[in-house]
């Protein structure tokens, strides 16, 4: 029998915070977000005290006693299979093959569920969608790109190992100006994140900026670092400038170009475009770049069904949890697990 006093906490570990959101045993959010300094360099022990700090806050916003928390669904920006975090992490060095979830549930006392980032946002973009009923695949660009795909139902397909998913690392068959494929941060080459990402916006700006029809660009002005540039990039396109515009133009076009490819393997009827983009008052420019290079893989089918022309396949939407979506993922994936 459920115990309705039962509440169930997510916690999602980015690189500088840990955002926390409460729910109750109807998966209804609980008091408000809790938001606590992550401290991942400084090795899993101090975030566990991080980690405590917001479960503190979250019981008191909601009324509660930390005794009422049933279960904790964390996230970690690392690959990462029953609780236990893989290589290539982006977390200090202690965290890779700990078993993360056993020692915080022993700490805590409370059973833990693990996952990453990317699956935990697709499960929170789930859980806001009360009324769907289907599959979702998240795509998420961000300073990388995420993603994550959720089964009819609510589960997260999370693979074998933990390891699907991993969308930013698939190949597209894009160049740069001199033929190159450009060098992706996992050691690869040609990778759709090395395209498609905030890392990626600084390689394409740089090289843009050298060119001389941009040579009296204001960008190329401005004495500010490269980084802080191509984070500027997003207000110039939000003014139309012809460089920015032209950037994310072809940023949004292998997206949904490399999208056709996922849909074709996993027809999930619904895609789901996440990261901070979806804040951005060309939001809807970007979607139709998005649309426009989805049409030039995908077949009909995927877009309108052969039976009526009226019927969306593949409906594109953008990301409704904002920062929060991870945190609130992992709130419902433990509250389907331990509720
Ligand atoms: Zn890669």
Known sequence: MKNHSSHFAGLDIGGTTVKAVLVNHLAEQAGPLAEVRSQVKDGYEATFSQLDLAL????AGAGISRSDIAGIGLDVPAPSS?????????????WVGTDICGKFAARTGIPVHMTNDGNAAALGEYALRRKHSGSLLLVAPGTGLGGGFVLPGGQCFEGANGLALEVGHISVPFREDDGELPACSCGLNG??????????????????????????????????????????????????????????KQQGFILGYSIADMVRTLDPGLVVIGGGLAETSFRDQFMSWISEGFADR???????SPLDPDKVTTKFEWAVGGDAAAAIGMAYAAQELFG
């Open 56 to 59: 503190d806050q979250l019981a």
């Open 298 to 304: 995908a077949w009909p089918v995927y877009r309108t």
């Open 191 to 248: 990778c759709l994140e090395a395209w498609v990402s905030l890392v990626a916006l600084r390689r394409r700006l740089r090289l843009e900026l050298a060119k001389s029809a941009w040579q009296s660009h204001p960008l190329n002005q401005d004495e500010c670092p490269i980084e802080e540039k191509a984070f500027n990039l997003r207000e110039f396109a939000e003014r139309g400038d012809p460089l920015a515009v032209q950037i994310f």
């Open 82 to 94: 029953n609780g236990v975090i893989w290589g290539r992490a982006n977390l200090g060095e202690d």
